[in-house]
Structure formats: structure tokens, C-alpha cells
């Protein structure tokens, strides 16, 4: 089957940095993306990666390792704004699949 | 550039009823997808239509259908309604059906009672 696992819940520091983890199990592969939803908002765009190595965007940062099927969202300098729930999703052969997302925690 | 666009963003029907739900995505983007989420199962996916062919179909019951017209515009029905109904719809656009990049609009919010 066709599975996407990331952590449920993740607490850090304002200030800290975090890595949220996504590991992957797809028929095919064509990229993985990061996206971010507030409470009560929509999901946004926040990081593609389609070949392997890191991806830089501000204070976040995306990496994909294909042949560990493995991937991490890196977010540094964090902030209370950045609390919010992240989801990993990998384009498949037929179809893009989410993970159950992962909601941050920021302590002040 | 207007974002995608939902409507109706609330609703509450009753078990039984039928609901539609309209998306209308960013101009020029011919792809379109809807989803479902639910507090604790993220976002599962419903279908997706690309030039007004649908191109995958999620594991969902055949009372959830989908159609896109010739303009991308695309519209979601559900029929027989039931109290697990109830979630936020999201429909996501993106400019082809391989596109990793996918824009959501803000979700139409159903509650079955």
C-alpha cells in the first residue's frame, strides 16, 4: 500500500530550531512537498523537492533522501507564528498523498 | 491573481440530504483535486479532474462524485449524507496534473445533523 509517516506532535523553543521527519511509501515518485495549515485555515505551499539534497526557502529548509524514501522539514529561527500543523505529500504515480500531519508546538 | 475559491465556506445539512460544493480554481490552472479532512486523519484524498477528465479516484464510496466543466471549474456533489460527512472539503488547484505545487482554497465546512 501506499503509506506517508510523520510525527503526530513536535514542542520546541521559540528561537530553536526544529525537524519535522516524513518517511514514504509510494507506487511511483514524482516529488515531495511540504505544506502548512493554521488553525481554521487552508493548507499553503511551503517546499518541493524532487531530486535529492536540500532546499532552502528563509528560515525553512526541505531534504530528500529517494533511496531512504525519507524526507525532513527543517525550520530554524522559530517563531510563535510557525505554530501550526505541517503536512508532508508525495506526488505517486496516480495521485498526491498527504501525511496525517504534524502539529507544532512552541513554547515561549 | 485570485486564489481558488469555494463555496459555500459553511453548510449543515441532514443525513439523507444531498450537498454540492463549487471550486473554482486559480486562472489558467487545469488541474483540480478535492479532499477531505477530518481532525486526526489529515487530508485524504477524493479525486482529481484534469481538462474535465477525472483522473484518479480516491477509496471513497460512490456517493461522493465530482465533475469538472470546460472553464476547470469544478464541482464536488455528495449524496445520502451521513453524520461521517461531516469535515472540511478542500479543493486544490494546480497548473497541470503533475504539478507537486498545489493550491488550496479555504475549504468548505459541512455538518451533518
Known amino acids: 500500500g501506499q503509506s506517508l509517516e510523520q510525527p503526530s506532535e513536535v514542542t520546541a523553543v521559540e528561537g530553536a530550531i526544529v525537524q519535522i521527519n516524513c518517511t514514504y511509501q509510494t507506487s511511483g515518485f514524482y516529488g515531495l512537498s511540504w505544506y502548512q495549515q493554521h488553525d481554521g485555515g487552508a493548507p499553503t505551499f511551503l517546499s518541493y523537492n524532487g531530486l535529492d539534497g536540500l532546499e532552502e526557502t528563509g528560515r525553512f529548509s526541505s531534504f530528500l533522501s529517494r533511496s531512504d524514501s525519507y524526507g525532513y522539514l527543517l525550520l530554524q529561527e522559530l517563531q510563535m507564528k510557525d505554530s501550526a500543523s505541517y503536512f508532508c505529500?508525495?506526488?505517486?504515480?496516480?495521485?498526491?498523498?498527504f501525511g496525517k500531519g504534524t502539529r507544532l508546538h512552541i513554547l515561549p | 491573481k485570485a486564489g481558488v475559491t469555494q463555496t459555500p465556506r459553511y453548510l449543515i445539512k441532514t443525513r439523507g440530504q444531498q450537498v454540492t460544493l463549487s471550486c473554482s480554481p486559480i486562472s489558467g490552472h487545469r488541474s483540480v483535486s478535492w479532499y477531505q479532512q477530518t481532525p486526526g486523519q489529515g487530508l485524504q484524498f477524493l479525486f482529481e479532474?484534469?481538462?474535465?477528465?477525472?483522473?484518479n479516484k480516491g477509496n471513497f464510496p460512490g456517493r461522493f462524485s465530482g465533475r469538472q466543466f470546460s472553464n476547470s471549474r469544478s464541482e464536488m456533489n455528495v449524496s445520502t449524507l451521513e453524520l461521517g460527512d461531516s469535515a472540511l472539503y478542500l479543493c486544490a488547484s494546480s497548473a497541470d496534473w503533475r504539478g507537486n505545487t498545489i493550491y488550496f482554497g479555504e475549504g468548505s465546512w459541512l455538518t451533518v445533523v
Open positions: 479532474y484534469f481538462s474535465e477528465t477525472q483522473r
Open positions: 505529500a508525495v506526488r505517486g504515480d496516480d495521485k498526491i498523498i
